[in-house]
């Protein structure tokens, strides 16, 4: 009898391990965890320190998971402004970098770590952070609040400077009369112990609010300066060191405990790792950076030690009491000027 040849075996093989393959491909793919980051400004990492820290964490991350886990990057506050974005790395398995206005809301004892005059340098501001008790206890404290955490305080250019277009600022009696921009209430206050008026002024809309005289001057490190153009309506630049300038990185708690132990302690390294090289970054172009500014036509004054205290002199005890206003408990604001001794 002749046996029936059973061609077909073959192709039926292939497409079984076609589709077998497709499945794994298809499981492995739904294995691989997706984490939206949201932040402010350009997607520029030459001008914009948020994303240059950005960029490299959704490398680092994505490269010591294998792709396990990958970043998915929303600047320019493409998800939304402060407040809601914070709502969302609360309520979803997120990560954000808030500024400041977005975690005072939540947690206002936040401003106690901008009180202006509390570093001499980057290395203690960092250390202020690495290890003082109080960010120990205010990432604590926000967890507790929010049910979020801080991963990591992140260099976003440098010490806040002040411009303004009327004359120069050599000591605090200069400011008398002049009308700057403020970022916060915390700022008005500032500049009001100087003398002068802060109005508070969304980022957006500084350099118009610059060039029309809505305001005379503002403050920002070089970087921001540089990024919003703000050199074309602003003669003179003094480099008093105000406040360490600095955003913070949040996390959903139940995206921290759905990844796994393995993952989780690979993200966390990813965060060290990428705010080193931003760290390095950022203080490696501050001259270059305030270079570009004297040749853009502005005039640069460094203050000596002596006009550096006049301006701590007036405008630390002014933002102190400014935080007493807003019933901020003493023991943050003493745990912090403690850790800032301690780390000159």
Same mark, same amino acid.
């Given at each position: 009898?002749?046996?029936?040849?059973?061609?077909?075996t073959?192709?039926?093989?292939?497409?079984?391990?076609?589709?077998g393959?497709?499945?794994?491909?298809f499981?492995?793919?739904?294995?691989?965890?997706?984490?939206?980051?949201s932040y402010?400004?350009?997607?520029?990492?030459?001008?914009?320190?948020?994303? @240059?820290?950005?960029?490299?964490?959704?490398?680092?991350?994505?490269?010591?998971?294998?792709?396990?886990?990958t +970043?998915?990057l929303?600047?320019?506050?493409?998800l939304?402004?402060?407040?809601?974005?914070?709502?969302?790395?609360i309520?979803?398995?997120?990560?954000?970098v808030?500024?400041?206005?977005?975690?005072?809301?939540?947690?206002?004892?936040?401003?106690?770590?901008?009180?202006p005059?509390?570093?001499?340098?980057?290395?203690?501001?960092?250390?202020?952070?690495?290890?003082g008790?109080?960010w120990?206890?205010?990432?604590?404290?926000? !967890?507790?609040?929010?049910?979020?955490?801080?991963?990591?305080?992140?260099?976003?250019?440098?010490? @806040?400077?002040?411009?303004?277009?009327?004359?120069?600022i050599?000591?605090?009696?200069?400011?008398?009369? %002049?009308?700057?921009?403020?970022?916060?209430?915390?700022?008005?206050? +500032?500049?009001?112990?100087?003398?002068?008026?802060?109005?508070?002024?969304?980022?957006?809309?500084?350099?118009?609010a610059?060039r029309?005289?809505?305001?005379?001057?503002?403050?920002?490190?070089p970087?921001?300066?540089?990024?919003?153009?703000? !050199?074309?309506?602003?003669? !003179?630049?003094? %480099?008093?060191?105000?406040?360490?300038?600095?955003?913070?990185?949040?996390?959903?708690?139940? +995206?921290l405990?759905?990844?796994?132990?393995?993952?989780?302690? %690979?993200?966390?390294d990813?965060?060290?790792?990428?705010?080193?090289?931003?760290?390095?970054?950022?203080?490696?172009?501050?001259?270059?950076?305030i270079? !570009?500014?004297?040749?853009?036509?502005?005039?640069v004054?460094?203050?000596?030690?002596?006009?550096?205290?006049?301006?701590?002199?007036?405008?630390?005890?002014?933002?102190?009491?400014?935080?007493?206003?807003?019933?901020?408990?003493?023991?943050?604001?003493?745990?912090?000027?403690?850790d800032?001794?301690?780390?000159?």
């Amino acid at each position: 009898m002749e046996t029936k040849s059973n061609s077909s075996t073959p192709l039926r093989f292939i497409k079984k391990l076609t589709l077998g393959i497709g499945v794994a491909i298809f499981a492995s793919s739904l294995q691989a965890e997706t984490i939206n980051l949201s932040y402010n400004g350009a997607p520029d990492a030459e001008k914009n320190a948020v994303h @240059l820290f950005a960029t490299n964490l959704k490398k680092i991350v994505e490269e010591k998971t294998n792709g396990e886990v990958t +970043l998915k990057l929303y600047p320019n506050s493409m998800l939304g402004e402060e407040q809601e974005r914070m709502e969302q790395v609360i309520n979803s398995p997120s990560l954000n970098v808030a500024s400041f206005g977005g975690i005072s809301p939540l947690f206002p004892e936040i401003f106690v770590s901008a009180i202006p005059f509390m570093f001499d340098d980057f290395d203690s501001a960092r250390a202020f952070f690495d290890e003082g008790e109080y960010w120990k206890a205010a990432r604590k404290a926000f !967890y507790e609040k929010t049910g979020a955490h801080i991963m990591a305080v992140v260099e976003e250019g440098g010490f @806040l400077a002040f411009t303004n277009n009327q004359r120069p600022i050599h000591t605090p009696a200069d400011f008398d009369g %002049l009308r700057f921009r403020a970022m916060d209430k915390s700022q008005v206050a +500032l500049y009001e112990s100087f003398g002068a008026s802060g109005t508070p002024i969304p980022w957006t809309e500084v350099y118009l609010a610059l060039r029309t005289g809505v305001a005379d001057g503002q403050m920002n490190p070089p970087m921001y300066i540089i990024l919003g153009s703000l !050199y074309e309506v602003q003669k !003179y630049l003094t %480099l008093a060191n105000i406040q360490y300038s600095d955003q913070f990185l949040v996390a959903n708690d139940d +995206l921290l405990k759905n990844l796994s132990d393995e993952n989780r302690k %690979l993200l966390e390294d990813a965060v060290v790792e990428a705010n080193a090289i931003n760290r390095k970054a950022v203080e490696s172009q501050v001259e270059s950076r305030i270079q !570009y500014l004297s040749e853009q036509g502005m005039e640069v004054y460094r203050p000596s030690a002596e006009d550096l205290q006049k301006f701590k002199d007036v405008g630390q005890p002014s933002y102190l009491a400014w935080l007493n206003e807003q019933s901020i408990d003493k023991k943050w604001i003493d745990m912090a000027l403690k850790d800032a001794e301690n780390v000159k």
